[in-house]
Structure formats: structure tokens, C-alpha cells
């Protein structure tokens, strides 16, 4: 089982950054994708989540309005599109999977994900936005 990461980098704030995760190793659709992020000193904090199989999404607050999950079943991938970054969105970012059941979808749907368990984790993408 693998979740890899891409697409992290420098911006300067009000840029934007596109993230990916690719997975192998398990039926794509049987798991939702979440992206969490950790900055210094920072607890983990989830950003955006998605069961692809059906297209439920659901971002945090702070995500809501800039950035914009997506998944291709086919190409085994979850996008994560992030505008108008600010300096404190600079983070670690992470993808991870969570198999996918109907109570996950439903508190997914009351936004209620975050503290869900996760059974993979990839390795983190370094996101940094200048001011």
C-alpha cells in the first residue's frame, strides 16, 4: 500500500499550488482520501476529504472558498487545489485513506472527519507560502 504525494513547493501568498496524492496497493473507491496538514508546533489539521466513489466532499473552514478537492478513480488520484494561499497554510501536507463505510460518509457529510481513523498515511508534501 502506497499514498504518494506531490506537487508542494514555494508560492508567494495569493499564488496557487496544485497537490496530488496517488495511491496503489488497494481498491481506490473502497477508501475516502482525506489531505491534512501540520505546521511547526501546530497540531494536525484535516483540510479536505472525498469518497470518490460517490463524490462526497467536505473541507475545513479555513479551506472552504480557496481550495477545491477532487478525485479520478481512473488514474487512482485525489487532487488538491489550493488559490489565494496565505502564509499560514504553510505546512506539511498529507494525504491519507480511510476505508470507506456509510457512517464514515455521514459524518464526512457533517464534516465530522477529521478525527476518523485513517489506515494510510503518505510520506507528506512541504507546502510554504511567502508573504
Known amino acids: 500500500v502506497q499514498l504518494v504525494e506531490s506537487g508542494g513547493g514555494l508560492v508567494q501568498a495569493g499564488g496557487s499550488l496544485r497537490l496530488s496524492c496517488t495511491a496503489s496497493?488497494?481498491?481506490?473507491?473502497?477508501?475516502?482520501i482525506g489531505w491534512f496538514r501540520q505546521a511547526p508546533g501546530k497540531e494536525r489539521e484535516g483540510v479536505s476529504c472525498i469518497s470518490t466513489r460517490d463524490g462526497t466532499t467536505n473541507s475545513a473552514d479555513s479551506a472552504k472558498g480557496r481550495f477545491t478537492i477532487s478525485g479520478d478513480n481512473a488514474k487512482n488520484t485525489v487532487y488538491l487545489q489550493m488559490n489565494s494561499l496565505k502564509p499560514e497554510d504553510t505546512a506539511v501536507y498529507y494525504c491519507?485513506?480511510?476505508?470507506?463505510?456509510?457512517?464514515?460518509?455521514?459524518?464526512?457529510?457533517?464534516?465530522?472527519?477529521?478525527?476518523?481513523?485513517?489506515?494510510?498515511w503518505g510520506q507528506g508534501t512541504q507546502v510554504t507560502v511567502s508573504s
Open positions: 491519507a485513506a480511510a476505508r470507506r463505510n456509510p457512517v464514515f460518509v455521514h459524518l464526512l457529510r457533517l464534516g465530522r472527519w477529521g478525527a476518523l481513523k485513517f489506515d494510510f
Open positions: 496497493g488497494f481498491t481506490f473507491d473502497d477508501y475516502a
